[in-house]
C-alpha cells in the first residue's frame, strides 16, 4: 500500500502542476478592465502591476509567482482588499465550515438511513413516499428552496429568528444563544437538500445488491433479509458512494457561492465572487489552486477507502493489513449492533 501511496501521490503533485499552471494561464488571459476612479491616476496601480510581474512573458510570470510562494510564503497581494490575498482567503475558511460542516454530518448518515429503509420497503407505501420526496426536492434548485424557506419561516410565520446568519456585531449585540438560533435556518435547509442525491443513489445501489447470488445464498443459510442487508448488502452498497463522501469534505471548506449569498455568510464562496467579479488575479489563483490541491488529495483518501469496505480491493497486492482486518471486524460489530 505504501508504494500505491507513493505512486499515487507522485502523480498527484505531476497533475496539481499542469492544471495549476493552466489555472494561472486562462486567469491571465482574463482582460485587464481597471478604470480609476475619477480625480485620481493610475500610478500606483502600474506600480502595482510591475510589482506582479504583469508586464513579462507568462511563463515568467509563473515562475514569480511559485518563486515567491516558497521563499516568502506569499501567494500575492490583494489589491482590491489591500492585503496579503493568504490573510484574506484562508481568514474566511472557519465562517464556510461554520455553516457547512453540521449539515455534512447530519446529511451523509440520515441519507444512508433514508436510502435503505427505501431499499428495504420496494414499490410499497412507504417507498413511494420517499421517492416521490426525493424527487421533489431533486427537481427544486436550491436557492428556490433557501429562499422559499427564508419567506415563509422568518416572515410569515415568525419561527426562525432572523433570514441570515448573524454577523460577529450582532452576536456580541445580543448574545450567542441569539447567534446559534440564527444558523438552525440554514443548517435545516442545507441538510435537506443534500439528502436526497444520495439517498436516491444508495437506494439504487441497495437494491441492486439485494437481487445478487450472494444475497439469495446468504438467505438459503437462514439470515433473515435484514441481516443479509446489514452484514452484507450494505457494505457493497456503500463502496460506490465512499469517494464522494470524502470529496464532500471539499465542500465543506470551499463553500457556496449561492448558500452564503442568501443567507449572507461572511465565507470563502462570497470572497471568491468578489475577486472574480474584481478582477483580483492573486486572490483568484489561490482560491483554485487551494481547492485543486484538496480535491487531489481527497481523491487519492477516496480510493484508499475502497480498501476498508470491500475485501476484494488489494491496494498494492499482498495479504490484508492488520489495520484493515480491525475495521472489518468493527463493521461486523456495529452491524450486529444494528440488527439487534
Keep these: 500500500m505504501f508504494r500505491y501511496f507513493l505512486k499515487r501521490f507522485s502523480l498527484m503533485i505531476f497533475t496539481f502542476v499542469i492544471t495549476v499552471f493552466i489555472y494561472f494561464t486562462f486567469i491571465k488571459l482574463m482582460p485587464d478592465n481597471y478604470v480609476p476612479s475619477l480625480g485620481h491616476d493610475n500610478t500606483w496601480y502600474e506600480k ?47 465562517a464556510s465550515v461554520k455553516i457547512n460542516i453540521v449539515p455534512y454530518l447530519l446529511s451523509v448518515p440520515l441519507a444512508i438511513v433514508i436510502g435503505v429503509t427505501a431499499a428495504l420497503h420496494k414499490n410499497k407505501p412507504l417507498d413511494n413516499i420517499i421517492s416521490v420526496g426525493i424527487m421533489i426536492f431533486i427537481s427544486v434548485p436550491y436557492f428556490v428552496v433557501a429562499v ?20 460577529a456585531s450582532e452576536i456580541g449585540e445580543f448574545g450567542a444563544w441569539y447567534g446559534i438560533r440564527t444558523y438552525m435556518l440554514p443548517v435545516a435547509v442545507l441538510t435537506i437538500t443534500g439528502i436526497p442525491g444520495l439517498a436516491r443513489s444508495i437506494r439504487a445501489e441497495l437494491t441492486e445488491q439485494l437481487t445478487q447470488d450472494y444475497i439469495l445464498l446468504a438467505r438459503s443459510k437462514g439470515l433473515t433479509k435484514r441481516q443479509a442487508t446489514f ?14 463522501i470524502f470529496i464532500g469534505i471539499i465542500g465543506v471548506m470551499s463553500g457556496g457561492i449561492i448558500t452564503e449569498e442568501i443567507f449572507r455568510v461572511d465565507g470563502t464562496g462570497r470572497i471568491y465572487l468578489q475577486a ?40 498494492g497486492g499482498g495479504k490484508i493489513a492488520k489495520w484493515k482486518i480491525l475495521i472489518n471486524q468493527n463493521w461486523s460489530w456495529f452491524t450486529t449492533l444494528m440488527i439487534e
Design 276 to 315: 472574480f467579479n474584481g478582477r483580483d488575479y492573486a486572490l483568484m489563483m489561490l482560491i483554485t489552486t487551494f481547492s485543486q490541491f484538496l480535491t487531489l488529495l481527497m481523491s487519492i483518501v477516496g480510493d484508499l477507502s475502497y480498501t476498508l469496505f470491500d475485501p476484494r480491493v488489494r491496494v
Design 231 to 244: 452484514r452484507h448488502a450494505l457494505k457493497n452498497a456503500m463502496v460506490p458512494f465512499l469517494p464522494g
Design 48 to 94: 502595482y502591476r510591475e510589482m506582479e510581474g504583469w508586464d513579462k512573458p507568462i511563463i515568467v510570470q509563473f515562475g514569480m509567482w511559485v518563486r515567491n510562494i516558497f521563499k516568502y510564503g506569499s501567494f500575492g497581494f490583494s489589491y482590491l482588499l489591500k492585503q496579503d490575498v493568504s490573510k484574506v482567503y484562508f481568514g474566511k475558511i472557519p
Design 148 to 167: 422559499l424557506s427564508q419567506y415563509i419561516f422568518h416572515f410569515k410565520l415568525g419561527w426562525a429568528i432572523d433570514y441570515k446568519i448573524a454577523t
